[in-house]
């Protein structure tokens, strides 16, 4: 998804090529949906969907990924970056794993991948309830956050 299409407010947040990354990441997502009131069901579904493109970065990409988050509309995207420019390709599933890519085309209104100068972006469009509101200026959130 091109980044002119992700609207205020935007986070970034880099993450460790590390087990514990998809964890980080989930809190990250969840401070930043702090400011986002959206139904229950959407928010689980966002923190899914970023949980599983951070597995599948740190696991077939092997490189410490990035983590965006912006508003579109109606929507969130999400975007996590990383180090190879293999495109990604949805799994069999079995013992093994390999439901990332099919979790996130259930979850995600459209799904993809960008190319970028170091890697690739795999991008998800996640719509939110229509009832959403936001909740006070971004500025109030901690600035450790990107």
Request: glycine share 10%; aromatic share 4%.
């Amino acid at each position: 998804m091109p980044q002119s299409m992700i609207t205020f407010p935007r986070r970034t947040a880099d993450l460790p090529l590390a087990a514990n990354s998809c964890g980080r990441a989930r809190r990250h997502v969840e401070r930043w949906l702090d400011g986002v009131q959206v139904a229950r069901e959407s928010r689980q579904n966002v923190v899914l969907v970023v949980s599983e493109l951070v597995a599948n970065a740190v696991t077939h990409a092997v490189s410490a990924p990035t983590l965006s988050l912006g508003l579109d509309g109606d929507a969130v995207v999400v975007g996590v970056d990383d180090d190879d420019s293999t495109p990604p390709r949805r799994r069999r599933g079995g013992p093994e794993g390999g439901y990332g890519l099919g979790i996130v085309a259930q979850l995600a209104e459209h799904w993809g991948w960008t190319p970028t100068g170091r890697g690739k972006r795999v991008w998800a469009r996640i719509s939110l309830d229509e009832h959403r509101r936001r909740l006070g200026p971004p500025s109030r959130r901690p600035a450790t956050d990107h």
